[in-house]
């Protein structure tokens, strides 16, 4: 199986924004852009991209799951970075135009077809350090993907980090590609240093996220996440457990949460710790490592709340348990 997000449909929804109008969207070849090598996106970093998924259902339908919040969140993301505005209407409809389009390649599950819309600023202006590209390019990628967890579930092991932080705090709520770049180095050395998988970014203490996943202390029937501030990415996956979560009865504790009181609770019996988003939806937590010192979250193993929430979530997700949310759109 190809590394997740290798493979390519081959044509993709693709509009540009020329300074006063958005070009009417297109499908094109999917590696048919031409981009002048001064483009602002290539020096100033001026780009967001959204990542979302279609699921097939038993009956052959294809479903995306939660489009709404990904569009608008996509839409944040460009107004904060002073990228052209675009109508969500126009976005959506180029999505749902592209999965149509690519509806009979969308794996079945626990595959699924991964669809990352993407916004980048286009004008060849290399003396634009502190001003915004007044051209834009939005394009809808997508990728068939596989069983994330086909090499086996494992519980993860994460570094916990007080000192560094994963971007500028008033950067954290933007789906921008600098924020990765930024949280790839200390990331990698997490790897190498403590074979640790992720970084879990907790500046001054405050525990946030990881550096492509939100992050949950599943104690007893409690969940405790960081309440939704400036300072980190308002996952669709975090607000859809939480939702799920609530739906059964669990107690939902969106809060600051300090690395004391993490591992304090973290070493208790039956406490089980998760990373939420798209891709892996929840994915367990076994190991924190802080300051050296290795702490098994409950049991170190795979938290049965874990597995039994992101079983729920799946199989909405699936088809196979009722959509109450109306959190899915049949293309
Ligand atoms: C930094 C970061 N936090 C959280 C998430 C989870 O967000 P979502 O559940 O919308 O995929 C992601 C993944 O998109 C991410 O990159």
Redesign the pocket.
Known sequence: MSAFGSVFMPEMAISWFDGSNWSPSEIVSSDSIQLHPGAHVLHYSSTCFE?LKAFRHADGSVNIFRMDR?VD?FAQSSELLALPEFDKEMVSRMIVEIVRKFASDAPEPPGSLYIRPTHIGTEPAIGKAAVPSLTSCLYILLSPVGDYFAGGDKALRLLVDDGGM?CPPHMGMV?SGG??AGALLPTMKARAEFKADQVLFCPGGDVQ??????FLLIDGDEIITKALDES??H????DSILTIARDKGMKVSERDLTVEELLERAARPGCEAAL????AVLAPVGTLIYKGEEISVGNGGIGETTVKLRTALNNIQWGRAEDTHGWLLKV
């Open positions: 990542g990904n969140r994963r789906k924020n990765y996220e990881t550096g492509a996943a939100n980190f990415l996952g669709v996956t975090r939420s988003g798209t891709a």
